[in-house]
């Protein structure tokens, strides 16, 4: 059983709101990540992080930002919410050298 | 770069038929090759991995064997059943890359 959570599982809002979406893990892992995922579609990295205080935009080009001042925390956090971004957050880490990552189950987030 | 690439879907299936899902990769070294798989409303689970040339993963009746000499890991299951639908999705993890590079995702079918 993977220990990354992640909360809420579904969020409804509605435009201009402030969100934070959390993402914790008790694995210890320095490598942590945030895909952007549309129903049944790739992943999109659009953060990642590789230890405390360092944290990296990914392939795709959000608005949000991420912070990472706990090794088992890795926030999301969209200052202005907007319809175009709804979609699916996963949560990923991953320790040393070439191992798997590990997911969360995910957050659905609906911007009305 | 890391790159991976995956047969592309959806594929529709009768219960108990042979499923194969194609998945090449392009990687500097030696990468470890992974299997995840996704239900719906779901984040991504390990299904399977390998992490050497001529290694086989195998995991609830899924298989894939690490080809290095046609850069592949394809997977394979010989009976499928309806609880088997979901997205799937080929990925690989190398030493030169914090990331993990993930297939577009394939999306597989079982009729009963």
């Known amino acids: 059983e993977a220990d990354i959570y992640q909360t809420p599982r579904y969020l409804v809002i509605g435009t201009g709101k402030k969100i934070t979406l959390e993402c914790s893990q008790t694995m210890g892992h320095d490598k942590m990540y945030w895909y952007q995922q549309d129903p049944g579609m790739e992943l999109h990295l659009i953060h990642y992080s590789y230890g405390v205080n360092s944290t990296e935009k990914g392939d795709l080009s959000s608005e949000s930002t991420v912070s990472r001042i706990r090794t088992e925390h890795f926030p999301l956090t969209l200052e202005s919410a907007r319809p175009s971004h709804t979609s699916q957050y996963l949560c990923?880490?991953?320790?040393?050298?070439?191992?798997?990552?590990?997911f969360g189950q995910g957050t659905r987030l609906t911007v009305v | 770069g890391n790159s991976v690439t995956q047969m592309e879907g959806p594929v529709t299936l009768s219960e108990e038929a042979f499923l194969t899902i194609n998945c090449t990769y392009t990687?500097?070294?030696?990468?470890?090759l992974f299997w995840y798989v996704q239900y719906p409303g779901e984040g991504l689970q390990l299904l399977l991995k390998a992490t050497k040339a001529d290694d086989k993963g195998s995991n609830k009746g899924f298989e894939a064997t690490y080809r290095k000499e046609t850069t592949s890991f394809h997977l394979e299951k010989g009976s499928v059943q309806v609880s088997d639908s979901a997205v799937y999705f080929c990925?690989?993890?190398?030493?030169?890359?914090?990331?993990?590079?993930f297939g577009a995702g394939t999306t597989v079918t079982v009729r009963a």
């Open positions: 990925a690989l993890s190398a030493y030169n890359d914090y990331k993990l590079s």
């Open positions: 990923a880490s991953r320790g040393q050298g070439n191992t798997e990552a590990f």
């Open positions: 990687a500097t070294g030696y990468p470890s």
